[in-house]
């Protein structure tokens, strides 16, 4: 090869740089000599240094010695020296995976390649390839120090260069049908923009073949390759989290020089699975809003994009914006705001979460409306709302504000059932409403009680099924389950006292039976405990109770009462307690 006497036979996986040094160490020739040589075969249109078997990646390497390439960041690394000492200690060989930018660990042993001496710190020079020894002290690099344990995606890296040298295929899948070239543009620009985003022009980093440099480049692009695409995805999550306030819903500004490496520096069909994979983060993952400006994305991308204002989402669902801003402002919708340096402040809210409640949100319903369903005052409508026995949206509304209230929870409020056909001691339900049941919480417990199955209720026509207020209860029912007996009616503690009900009202105006005012439906009532029953009862007794004690008349009664000096508390013509039946202290009668 080259009229040279001696052609060694390549190794395997030998670089073709370090061949030629070895070829002209053989020969007596320097490695500069020797390329010299090949540069001017070329030249003269002779390929002679394909007459031997070669690895197709002399190809590559060939191209590179003969026009190198302007990138400060080469695929190829013929300026900087790296190896590892164990793998010449297994076969004194260059090999041609340490001739790339980007590989600098050995995937054999996961150790860090070596770039200098470490007998005299000196970094390695070319010549070191073909006698293996340090050019300045003489130290064999096959008794080098200690190796250094490499980082898992430093190793990753190089390992997936190997495969491409080999032509074999690697552990991604997602990456198999990139090239060297094209893996190592891939893998160039996003280590660049995991590692080095904050420096201007990060592309044109300098000595980036130096170990030093190109170390934490290969990392990053380990970080961001190696599980594709969740590590593409988290690369992107962060680039987000790491953008400026004020730019933050700009698609451009977020990404920045990692936009343009996907949409230009990465064009060709071989990148399109990076296009599709952002594209896919775009839509799962980007929180801010799309706009058809955006006109790198596709118009899908835009369209079924999951983050859109209120104005947009209330037209394409045909839900009112007044509900979806009431929605946002109550915290029940998933969204975003951003302020704007004119004061204005954006917000856009998560269309997938609204498109699965829509039924729900076009068919609220007012407070007018639901009153008319229920059949009620809209005074009890808004007391179900406040016990949660009916659902809304948008919070509870300003004065003179509308509710959205849910109609599915007023027509499932309870299930009653058909009337039957005697309606005797039914009556309906905005009856108790207006007459027997608290102004406060009485409907709703009476309805908590109907859910519950404690209080049956039955609708008369097939049309008052939701009709609340048409609902007929059973009288003596709702007597024993909803109300209390320790808070009585005058007229149901003048039954207990076996009186009648003026009887009742005029102990309470004198105030010998106690009694206290409370709401009733829309009046306030006087109502009586049962400790006042008994507290009266103990006190004091009817002239009839003394009567039938003496076994003798009422009227007899007066006049021995009277004749033995005891008074009456209460009685006709007593001022202050007038009643129709005398009352007596019980502590000064002695009933036989």
Same mark, same amino acid.
């Given at each position: 090869m080259f009229g040279l006497l001696i052609t060694p036979s390549p190794e395997p996986g030998e670089s073709f740089y370090g061949y030629l040094y070895r070829t002209g160490d053989a020969n007596g020739l320097t490695g500069l000599e020797v390329i010299d040589l090949l540069r001017r075969s070329f030249a003269a249109g002779q390929a002679e240094w394909k007459q031997i078997h070669f690895p197709p990646s002399w190809s590559l390497l060939v191209e590179e010695l003969i026009t190198p390439t302007t990138d400060a960041i080469r695929c190829w690394s013929l300026r900087y020296r790296k190896c590892c000492t164990q793998c010449l200690s297994q076969s004194p060989h260059w090999r041609e995976v340490w001739d790339l930018t980007l590989a600098t660990c050995c995937s054999t042993h996961e150790c860090c390649l070596r770039d200098h001496c470490s007998a005299c710190g000196v970094r390695f020079k070319a010549d070191v390839m073909a006698r293996l020894e340090c050019t300045e002290c003489g130290a064999s690099l096959l008794q080098d120090a200690a190796p250094v344990r490499a980082d898992p995606?430093?190793?990753?890296?190089?390992?997936?260069?190997?495969?491409?040298?080999?032509?074999?295929?690697g552990r991604s899948p997602s990456l198999a049908h990139l090239t060297l070239s094209e893996f190592h543009e891939l893998a160039k620009r996003f280590g660049v923009r995991a590692s080095h985003s904050l420096i201007p022009k990060p592309l044109k980093l300098s000595g980036a073949g130096d170990l030093i440099v190109a170390a934490p480049l290969a990392e990053a692009a380990g970080r961001v390759l190696s599980d594709w695409p969740l590590g593409f995805h988290s690369f992107l999550k962060g680039v987000t989290l790491e953008a400026d306030a004020s730019s933050i819903w700009k698609l451009g500004s977020v990404f920045g020089s990692t936009y343009t490496d996907i949409h230009e520096g990465l064009n060709g069909s071989s990148f399109d699975f990076v296009r599709n994979a952002f594209y896919s983060f775009i839509q799962s993952l980007w929180e801010a809003p799309l706009a058809k400006r955006n006109r790198r994305l596709p118009?899908?991308?835009?369209?079924?994009?999951?983050?859109?204002?209120?104005?947009?989402?209330?037209?394409?669902?045909?839900?009112?914006?007044?509900?979806?801003r009431r929605m946002v402002s109550a915290g029940e919708l998933s969204h975003h705001s951003k302020e704007?340096?004119?004061?204005?402040?954006?917000?856009?809210?998560?269309?997938?979460?609204?498109?699965?409640?829509?039924?729900?949100?076009i068919n609220a319903i007012s407070l007018e409306e639901a009153a008319d369903i229920l059949k009620i005052t809209e005074y009890r409508v808004r007391q179900l709302l406040d016990a949660g026995l009916l659902q809304y949206f948008g919070g509870t509304p300003p004065q003179g504000g509308r509710w959205w209230i849910d109609h599915m929870s007023v027509t499932n409020l309870a299930i009653p059932i058909p009337c039957p056909g005697v309606t005797d001691g039914l009556v309906s339900i905005a009856y108790l409403a207006k007459h027997e049941l608290s102004a406060e919480g009485g409907l709703v417990e009476l309805i908590a009680s109907i859910q519950h199955g404690k209080v049956r209720a039955y609708f008369a026509a097939q049309e008052d099924q939701f009709a609340l207020g048409r609902w007929l209860v059973d009288r003596d029912s709702f007597a024993r389950t909803y109300q209390t007996r320790s808070s009585l009616s005058v007229a149901e503690a003048a039954s207990l006292l076996g009186v009648k009900q003026e009887v009742a009202y005029a102990l309470v105006r004198s105030g010998l039976l106690a009694s206290y005012s409370a709401p009733s439906g829309r009046v306030?009532?006087?109502?009586v405990s049962m400790e006042a029953i008994e507290t009266f009862n103990c006190s004091y007794a009817?002239?009839?109770?003394?009567?039938?004690?003496?076994?003798?008349?009422?009227?007899?009664?007066?006049?021995?009462?009277? !004749?033995? $000096? @005891?008074?009456?508390?209460? !009685?006709? $013509? @007593?001022?202050?307690?007038?009643c129709r039946h005398y009352v007596w202290p019980r502590s000064v009668c002695r009933l036989r």
């Open positions: 995606m430093g190793i990753w890296l190089t390992s997936e260069f190997g495969h491409r040298l080999r032509g074999t295929a118009v899908g991308t835009i369209v079924d994009h999951r983050w859109v204002s209120i104005p947009k989402a209330a037209q394409r669902l045909g839900i009112k914006r007044a509900l979806l704007f340096a004119s004061g204005r402040t954006g917000v856009v809210v998560e269309f997938l979460q609204l498109r699965d409640r829509r039924g729900q949100l306030i009532a006087r109502f009817f002239g009839s109770e003394l009567a039938k004690a003496a076994r003798t008349s009422p009227k007899s009664v007066v006049a021995d009462m009277t !004749g033995r $000096g @005891i008074s009456p508390v209460a !009685g006709p $013509g @007593i001022v202050g307690a007038e």
